[in-house]
Each structure stands twice: as C-alpha cells, then as structure tokens.
C-alpha cells in the first residue's frame, strides 16, 4: 500500500500562485507515476497533469500548460504541483494520485492510490 497526503492548498486571488506537495509513504518503491486531479463543485474530477517517476517526464491538461509545473523529489518521495496565473476556474479539490507499475498510459494517472484532496480557492 502507498498512503498520500497532500498540502499546500488555499485561498488566492486571481493571477497568483500556490504550490501543492503530496509526499507519499509505505511501499514507494512500486511507484511508477505520480500525478494530480482536481474536482470542481458539481463537476467531474479531471486530470491536470502527471510525473513519470523514473525520469520526470511530464503531460498535462491542455488548459493548465504554461501555468502548472509538476515535478518530483524521489528522495522526499514527494511530488509538487507548482500553480501559477491561476484563474477562478482552477477553483477545486486537488487531488494526488498515484500509480505503480506497470504504467498503461502515459498521458494519464490510473490512480492505484489516493491522497485526501487539498481545497484550492481562486477569487477574482
């Protein structure tokens, strides 16, 4: 089992920015991929955006690119969604979720393991 627990989440007016971390702990080293979800009010979650563990290859949702930097410390076992410009559209629950091998596809997360969620607020 891989538990996840983000933080990092807040309230910002529009244009600014805030950095979300996921640290994630027991077996880590089936981790293939780490990535994040965001759910808005009365939406569908989407996927924003993921790391390969391996070698830090990324892929985002189109509407993030340009704004959102995921990257990865694999010695913290951490992974971090740097958020920035952000728009009161990006208003929602972030979640972390992670995969282990194998990997099937590398544009998305499957989400073997969940974090909580963090609340981020953007106001306009």
């Known amino acids: 089992q891989v538990q996840l627990v983000e933080s990092g989440g807040g309230l910002v007016q529009a244009g600014g920015s805030l950095r979300l971390s996921c640290a994630a702990s027991?077996?880590?080293?089936?981790?293939?991929?780490m990535g994040w979800f965001r759910q808005a009010p009365g939406k569908e979650r989407e996927f924003v955006g993921r790391?390969?563990?391996?070698?830090?290859?990324?892929y985002y949702l189109d509407s993030v690119l340009g704004r959102f930097t995921i990257s990865r410390d694999n010695a913290k076992n951490t992974v971090y969604l740097q958020m920035n410009s952000l728009k009161p559209e990006d208003t929602a629950v972030y979640y972390c979720?992670?995969?282990?091998?194998?990997?099937?596809?590398?544009?998305?997360?499957?989400?073997?393991?969940w974090g909580q969620g963090t609340q981020v607020t953007v106001s306009s």
């Open positions: 979720a992670t995969d282990r091998w194998p990997i099937v596809d590398a544009t998305t997360i499957r989400g073997d393991y």
């Open positions: 790391t390969s563990w391996r070698d830090g290859s990324t």
């Open positions: 027991g077996r880590t080293l089936i981790i293939a991929a």
